[in-house]
């Protein structure tokens, strides 16, 4: 079952602008990961930021985790058209590392 | 980078024929792997985890006489759907966990690039 989830669904801006998505779970987690799909294709690890962590930033990529709300969200800043994929929010509750993912959200830079 | 592969990357195949989909770790070992089903406009649903050397965990809802696991080696793990049927169409993912990442014995899953089976 999915444990979390995102909104909004899709998100449509323009090259330049920023986009912000969030996440919400349900159960205490390991850590938190964020993900990439393009279209039809495998996902690309974006960022890990662990439950006791509450900002974390890796290029044009900031992830910030409210452990209180049981919340994340991610900004991509300065966004490009090479940012247009689907992100999902990824949580880990046990040692073995098993993902549960969020509904994703579908993000389209229009140049 | 750590590199994951699937083959085939895509299968069309007839109802009731068995389809097998293999997921390689090429530069790292990985005792364990996960294989995950996506279906259109949806997010990926985790299926099983699979573990070098003994019997795959499957979540719940999943059949496990369905959905045949194999981990065979530290580098390989395949996913057998048998008498495939039309609801199986889907997107299949798996990932590998690098041994030898991360403060818990890797918390970085890779991931392969999918397998679209169709099943007519």
């Known amino acids: 079952s999915q444990q979390g989830e995102e909104d909004p669904q899709a998100l449509s801006i323009q090259e330049g602008e920023n986009a912000t998505m969030n996440c919400s779970y349900k159960t205490s987690i390991n850590n938190l990961q964020w993900y990439r799909q393009n279209s039809g294709r495998g996902l690309v690890h974006l960022i890990l930021i662990r439950s006791n962590e509450r900002e974390k930033h890796s290029g044009r990529l900031r992830v910030t985790l409210d452990t209180s709300k049981k919340s994340s969200s991610l900004l991509i800043t300065a966004s490009r058209a090479a940012d247009t994929a689907s992100y999902f929010c990824?949580?880990?509750?046990?040692?073995?590392?098993?993902?549960?993912f969020g509904a994703g959200t579908q993000v389209v830079v229009t140049p | 980078g750590a590199v994951v592969s699937q083959h085939p990357s895509w299968v069309i195949c007839k109802s009731g024929t068995s389809v097998k989909i293999e997921c390689r770790s090429l530069?790292?070992?990985?005792?364990?792997m996960f294989w995950y089903r996506q279906f259109p406009k949806q997010s990926l649903m985790l299926m099983a985890t699979s573990n070098e050397g003994s019997k795959a965990t499957y979540e719940q809802g999943v059949e496990k006489d369905k959905f045949l696991i194999n981990h065979a080696s530290l580098t390989l793990s395949t996913l057998t759907v048998t008498s495939a049927h039309p609801e199986d169409s889907s997107f299949y993912i798996c990932s590998a966990r690098d041994d030898e990442r991360g403060l818990a014995g890797g918390e970085t899953q890779y991931f392969g690039p999918g397998t679209r089976l169709l099943v007519l």
């Open positions: 990824a949580t880990t509750t046990d040692s073995w590392g098993k993902l549960q």
């Open positions: 530069d790292f070992q990985a005792t364990t």
